[in-house]
């Protein structure tokens, strides 16, 4: 089967850090997707893991463990516009571009 | 950038009717696919296409088919609307099959069916 776990929802203050984890376990690995989605909005694309490791973009950072099936998503420097649903989606075949997204994790800041 | 764009942002239908929700990318895209969104249940995947004419389903076909008869467009269909089909409705498209590039999406149609 295919499931992929992150928390529903998160209170983190402006100005701070906050880590959005996601737990994957899913017929195959072939990289993995975080999208922001602003209530109402379409999501956006912010980062795709393949390997192992850290892939920094700016304020977003997202991290990868392929053995523990395990990703996270950095945000530093919270702003009020980072309120948002953050979207962890595995691509499960390297055949096709089909991805599995998780529900989603509501982050709501606070000034 | 890649534009995906919907046919309607809001549509209210009636329980019975047959429904079209249309979807059209700008960026000759291969892949186009259709999901619905509901609280707490995530994006689920309805129907996809890799090609012109070629179809496959996703997670939840039922009570659902699609269009593609040219590379820019993929249409919904609900064949006969029923209220469980009340939903948001998000088309997204991604390059080529295989690849890993992410999948772009339009601003969603939320749908109702009374």
């Known amino acids: 089967g295919q499931n992929i776990d992150q928390p529903t929802e998160m209170t983190a203050t402006e100005g701070a850090i906050v880590q959005i984890n996601c737990t994957y376990q899913?017929?195959?690995?072939?990289?993995l997707f975080w999208y922001q989605q602003h209530a109402g909005e379409a999501p956006t694309f912010l980062s795709y893991n393949v390997l192992d490791g850290l892939e920094e973009k700016g304020r977003f950072s997202s991290f990868l463990s392929r053995s523990k099936g395990y990703s996270y998503l950095l945000l530093k420097e919270l702003q009020m516009k980072d309120s948002a649903s953050y979207l962890c989606a595995v691509r499960p075949y390297s055949s096709a571009s089909k991805i599995i997204f998780g529900s989603g994790t509501r982050l709501s800041i606070r000034p | 950038d890649v534009k995906v764009t919907q046919s309607s942002r809001y549509l209210v239908k009636r329980t019975g009717e047959k429904v079209f929700l249309e979807c059209v990318q700008d960026?000759?895209?291969?892949?186009m696919f259709w999901y619905r969104q509901d609280p707490g249940l995530g994006l689920r995947l309805i129907y996809f296409?890799?090609?012109?004419?070629?179809?496959e389903k996703g997670d939840i076909p039922e009570g659902y088919s699609v269009s593609r008869e040219k590379k820019e467009r993929f249409s919904l269909i609900l064949e006969s609307a029923s209220t469980n089909q009340t939903s948001m409705y998000l088309c997204a498209s991604s390059l080529s099959r295989g690849s890993n590039q992410p999948q772009h999406f339009g601003d969603g149609t939320r749908l109702s069916i009374l």
């Open positions: 296409s890799y090609d012109v004419k070629m179809k």
């Open positions: 899913t017929s195959g690995f072939n990289g």
């Open positions: 960026m000759d895209h291969e892949n």
